[in-house]
């Protein structure tokens, strides 16, 4: 079905009704301030209401004082049709209950390994982290609470940098300036060689993290994209 065909993060981001979300490895994220929980959960009670409509549903997580969506089509592993159409009626109500869109504060955290075999360390981080392996070999928190983990294969080992780094995935309209912040709080730019998809960082002892985005990516999401 058209409905369950994969849409590229471009064409997402470029979608009418699409200026509250942004697309964070494959999924369309999106944080609407409500200011009190009352009003938070009504909206949240409208959104549940919607997927049932839909027969789409989001993933919510409802805090004191906003709500952040978060949708993608599991059968496809991306974001589809399905998601776009949810999104614009999650927006509408939204805007209809008054609630504030904050694209710019949505992020997504991962965490990567250097290995020379991952097969062999990877069975430690599932059980000392509690998380679930995918397809890929990716360690994912099912509830989401977790950030995600990823091996990222080097042979040989890399000796000269951290074998522990964050890759932070923020909107590719406010990546220059996350980019921009970080410098100027003593980072150390390492390399922007494949920058916007991402850019490596360090802070004055070496510690690394990249600032990523969607753009120039080799695949439309899922963690890691290697360095």
């Known amino acids: 079905m058209a409905e369950d065909l994969v849409v590229t993060p471009y064409d997402a981001m470029h979608a009418e009704g699409m200026g509250d979300w942004r697309f964070l490895l494959g999924v369309l994220v999106a944080r609407f301030d409500t200011g009190t929980p009352a009003a938070g959960a009504a909206l949240a009670t409208a959104i549940v209401a919607a997927g049932h409509r839909l027969h789409h549903h989001p993933a919510l997580d409802l805090r004191s004082d906003h709500v952040v969506v978060r949708t993608h089509t599991e059968s496809v592993d991306g974001v589809t049709q399905r998601d776009l159409d949810l999104a614009r009626v999650v927006s509408e109500l939204a805007d209809e209950a ?14 990567a390994i250097d290995t020379v075999d991952a097969d ?9 982290l509690g998380l679930q392996a995918n397809a890929r070999g990716d360690l994912l928190d099912p509830d989401g609470h977790l950030p995600s983990l990823w091996f990222q294969e080097m042979d040989p080992p890399r000796t000269d940098r951290n074998r522990i780094h964050f890759d932070i995935t923020v909107p590719h309209d406010v990546a220059e300036e996350r980019l921009a912040a970080a410098l100027a709080a003593g980072g150390r730019l390492v390399s922007d060689r494949r920058a916007p998809a991402f850019w490596v960082l360090a802070d004055v002892e070496g510690n690394e993290i990249c600032i990523c985005t969607w753009q120039n990516r080799s695949s439309s999401g899922g963690p890691g994209a290697g360095r």
């Open 98 to 111: 008054g609630a504030t869109a904050r694209p710019e504060l949505v992020s997504s955290l991962e965490l």
């Open 120 to 128: 062999a360390i990877r069975p430690f981080w599932q059980a000392v």
